[in-house]
C-alpha cells in the first residue's frame, strides 16, 4: 500500500509524495536540483557537498579554506562550483548567493553549515574578542546566509534548509559557554524563521551533531589536553551510548536526507546525531549503562 499524503494541492505546496518500499533512492536523488553549503571545503560540509554530487545535484561550495574548497570542487567536477567567501561579511555572502545562480540557475538546498569552536576555557577566564568572533561565524553566518537565500526560495515558492547547530545548542557545554550559546542561537533562528517560510513552501531544520570526528574535535581536544589529545576521545566516548566519535558522512546522511523530499513534512526540528549522547549521558556510575 503506498503512502499517500492527502490535502488539496496548493501553489507552493510540497509537491505530493508517494513512498513504497524501494523508492527510497528515488526520492534522495537531487537530480535537477542546485545546493549551496558553507564550510563545505572541509569536515562535515565536504561531506555533505560529496553526497549531494554523488546524488545527482550540483553544488556550491562556500569557504574561506581556498586551497581545500578549490581541491574538493575539481575532485567533483562540473556539478560543483568552489566560492571563498567569509560568511561573516554580507557583500561575500551576497556574491556567494548570486554565483550559485548565475552558474546553476536556482537555489533549492542550503547547508547553512560554517562554525568555528572558538577557546575552551571558563567563562570567568573568557576572551571577549574570542566571543565576538565565535557570534560573528557561528550566528551573525548563519543569519546572514538566511537573509540572503531566502528571498531566492521565496521567489521560486520552494526550499529546503538545514542549519548546523549542535549538542551544545540543545544542552549546557561548560568550557565551552560561547560556543554553545551560538548554537542555542542557531536553533532559535530554526525555529522562528521555519514559522516564517513555512507558508512559501520552504522547510528549515537544524542538526545537532554530538562530537564529530573533524579537525574541530581534534583541536577542542587539543585544547583540553595539549600533552594527551586522545585521553579526551576516550573520556568524551566513554559518556556515549555507541562509545564512539561520529563521522562527517553519518552526519551529512541527515542533513541530506533533511534536505530530500523524503523529509516533506518536517520543518522546526532540532535533530541529533550524537551516539545518543543527549538523550542518555553518563550516569553517577560515570558510565551510560550502570
Ligand atoms: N566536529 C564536531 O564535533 C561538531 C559537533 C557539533 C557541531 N559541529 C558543527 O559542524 C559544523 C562544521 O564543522 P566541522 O566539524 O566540519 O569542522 P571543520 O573545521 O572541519 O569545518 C568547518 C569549515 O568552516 C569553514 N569556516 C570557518 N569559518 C568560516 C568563515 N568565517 N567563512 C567561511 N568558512 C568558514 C572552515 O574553513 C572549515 O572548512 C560547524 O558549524 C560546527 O560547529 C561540529
Do not use: W
Not at 536540483?33 to 554530487?53: D, L, Q
Not at 545562480?101 to 567563562?123: K, M, P, S, T
Not at 546525531?273 to 553518563?282: L, Y
Request: proline share 4%.
Amino acid at each position: 500500500m503506498p503512502l499517500v499524503f492527502p490535502g488539496k494541492r496548493r501553489k507552493h505546496d510540497a509537491k505530493r509524495v508517494a513512498v513504497t518500499p524501494g523508492q527510497e533512492e528515488r526520492i534522495m536523488d537531487f537530480s535537477g536540483k542546485v545546493g549551496i553549503v558553507t564550510g563545505g571545503a572541509n569536515g562535515i560540509g565536504a561531506a555533505m557537498a560529496r553526497g549531494f554530487v554523488a546524488r545527482g545535484g550540483k553544488i556550491v561550495i562556500v569557504d574561506r579554506d581556498t586551497a581545500a574548497g578549490e581541491a574538493l570542487a575539481a575532485s567533483l567536477g562540473a556539478a560543483a562550483l568552489f566560492r571563498a567567501a567569509d560568511v561573516t561579511k554580507a557583500a561575500d555572502v551576497a556574491a556567494y548567493v548570486k554565483a550559485a545562480q548565475d552558474r546553476f540557475g536556482a537555489i533549492d538546498c542550503f547547508h547553512n553549515n560554517a562554525g568555528i569552536e572558538g577557546r575552551v576555557a571558563r567563562l570567568a577566564e573568557y576572551e571577549e574578542a574570542v566571543f565576538d568572533q565565535i557570534m560573528a561565524v557561528n550566528v551573525k553566518g548563519v543569519f546572514l546566509g538566511l537573509r540572503h537565500v531566502l528571498p531566492v526560495m521565496i521567489a521560486a515558492g520552494r526550499g529546503a534548509v538545514v542549519n548546523t547547530a549542535s549538542i551544545a545548542g540543545l544542552v549546557g557545554s561548560p568550557g565551552m559557554a560561547a560556543y554553545s550559546a551560538s548554537k542555542h542561537a542557531v536553533n532559535g533562528l530554526t525555529k522562528s524563521v521555519a514559522g516564517e517560510v513555512g507558508p512559501h513552501g520552504i522547510r528549515v531544520n537544524a542538526v545537532c551533531p554530538g562530537p564529530i570526528a573533524t579537525r574541530m574535535i581534534e583541536e577542542v581536544s587539543r585544547q583540553v589536553s595539549p600533552n594527551n589529545p586522545k585521553s579526551v576521545e576516550e573520556r568524551y566516548t566513554a559518556g556515549i551510548p555507541l562509545r564512539r566519535y561520529g563521522t562527517a558522512e553519518e552526519v551529512a546522511n541527515l542533513v541530506l536526507f533533511l534536505l530530500s523530499d523524503l523529509a516533506s513534512n518536517m520543518t522546526g526540528g532540532e535533530y541529533t546525531v550524537d551516539g545518543g549522547r543527549t538523550a542518555s549521558p553518563a550516569g553517577v556510575s560515570g558510565s551510560t549503562t550502570q
